[in-house]
């Protein structure tokens, strides 16, 4: 059974702002990672982003991005490592998907997906699901009502 997982949520503005929501560090710390976000997603660069329900700063590869269209990211997987893996070597892969829609909406959608089938990787795979998705609810209410729902969510 491969563990993956999609989630998506239909955003009231243009493709572009969604997009850049996302993008730019400054504002995807506005409402998404509360510790901070440090570095514009693009193509070949590792970024790092930081929450205060999980602290440390987390290195986010950036694999592609296609402006307006598409961002794929590379993360460590949570779990101990097996037996000849180094530690830290466990990827999952993101990738994030905006499709412009009638009346200047926008469809993002998410998909994680490079756990290990086991035990440890199926409860990992859940906790980024509820991520993702709380990621999509907080995206929505920042730019369509300017609320941070996570503003004093973890601290």
């Known amino acids: 059974m491969e563990l993956k997982f999609t989630v998506s949520a239909r955003i009231s503005k243009p493709v572009e702002e969604v997009f850049e929501a996302v993008a730019d560090p400054s504002k995807l710390s506005r409402y998404f990672t509360t510790g901070g976000a440090k570095g514009r997603l693009e193509t070949g660069a590792t970024v790092t982003w930081d929450f205060y329900d999980f602290p440390g700063a987390f290195p986010v590869e950036v694999v592609e991005v296609e402006q307006n269209r598409k961002i794929v990211l590379r993360w460590g997987a949570d779990g101990p490592p097996e037996e000849g893996e180094a530690p830290g070597s466990r990827m999952t892969t993101v990738t994030m998907l905006f499709e412009p829609l009638e ?51 973890y601290k």
């Open 103 to 153: 009346n200047g909406r926008t469809l993002v959608s998410i998909t994680e997906e490079g756990w290990r089938e086991t035990e440890s990787g199926l409860k990992a795979s859940y906790g980024n699901c509820q991520g993702w998705a709380q990621m999509l609810c907080a995206l929505k209410a920042y730019l369509e009502y300017g609320i941070n729902l996570r503003e004093g969510m």
